[in-house]
């Protein structure tokens, strides 16, 4: 289980994040939704251990996340919103670097790369220079990385970034699988068609703090609205979309 109690990041007087707390059970896949600058990806940074709460803790397996980091990250997957990559490496390098530090047998990663190249249709560029890539195909050299070794705990901060549609419906589905067998994902996303797909339970944040946290489907009950689209806007969104949009419109065509 993954335990967030407090979790508040503080950047001189702004606090980014505030006083999240929340609790995922293994086996469930949670949307994390929220506008840009709502603190999402700063949340999970804190939970991948990129960045230390100013308050607050994190736990899993009742163990304090950032005073067992090495235990905790040999457990975790994380996709990050902003690739960090050795883009001179190949895509066959750099996922065999990632695959030897995270302490697999060579035989067996070496069968790993190559089947995960594979089904991402990169096998006949997989000795090519990630510099070269589209950013698509550099999205997928980096879920593979997340996935080499198995982990209890994915974190995909917007994973689905210059994909093609074959690969969405893919991640799609094994976001569903890996929930199904028990691993916890958090999924970060703007895509809220596909967060209703995937998540089990969505968590909504504004301005640093949780304003939502149940299953879509009580959301839509409780608030009486038939989308994840339609919560979403009723509980963030300050400005009427429609009209926001008839101004822009307006502005565009306004002459001197």
């Given amino acids: 289980m993954l335990e967030l109690k407090g979790i508040t990041k503080k950047y001189q007087f702004l606090k980014v994040v505030d006083e999240v707390s929340f609790t995922i059970k293994p086996g469930e896949s949670v949307g994390y939704l929220g506008p840009n600058g709502a603190g999402k990806s700063t949340t999970i940074k804190m939970i991948a251990g990129l960045l230390e ?4 803790e994190i736990f899993y397996g009742g163990r304090n996340v950032w005073k067992n980091l090495v235990w905790f990250k040999q457990r975790l997957g994380y996709v990050p919103e902003e690739s960090a990559i050795y883009s001179h490496l190949s895509a ?12 697999l047998k060579e035989s067996v990663l070496k069968a790993k790369i190559k089947g995960f190249m594979e089904v991402f249709d990169l096998a006949g560029d997989m000795y090519s220079e990630i510099a070269s890539f589209s950013k698509g195909m ?3 050299v980096l879920i593979t990385a997340a996935l080499l070794h198995d982990p209890e ?5 917007e994973p689905l ?6 690969t969405i419906l893919i991640i799609e589905k094994l976001v569903r699988r890996l929930a199904s067998e028990g ?15 995937v998540a089990s339970r969505v968590l909504i944040l504004y301005q640093g703090k949780v304003r ?12 009486k609205v038939p989308s994840l689209e339609e919560i979403f806007s009723q509980l ?6 429609e009209t926001a949009a008839s101004e822009l419109l307006s502005l565009m065509k306004k002459k001197a």
């Fill in 236 to 241: 963030v969104v300050q400005e009427d979309p």
């Fill in 153 to 157: 705990i994915l974190l995909l901060d």
């Fill in 138 to 140: 550099t999205q997928k």
């Fill in 183 to 197: 691993r916890i994902v958090i999924y970060s996303s703007h895509l809220l068609d596909i967060v209703e797909k």
């Fill in 53 to 56: 709460p100013t308050e607050g």
């Fill in 92 to 103: 066959y390098d750099y996922l065999l670097m990632v695959g030897r530090l995270r302490g």
């Fill in 212 to 223: 939502a946290d149940d299953s879509v489907e009580n959301l839509r009950q409780l608030m």
């Fill in 161 to 166: 970034s210059g994909l093609d549609v074959s």
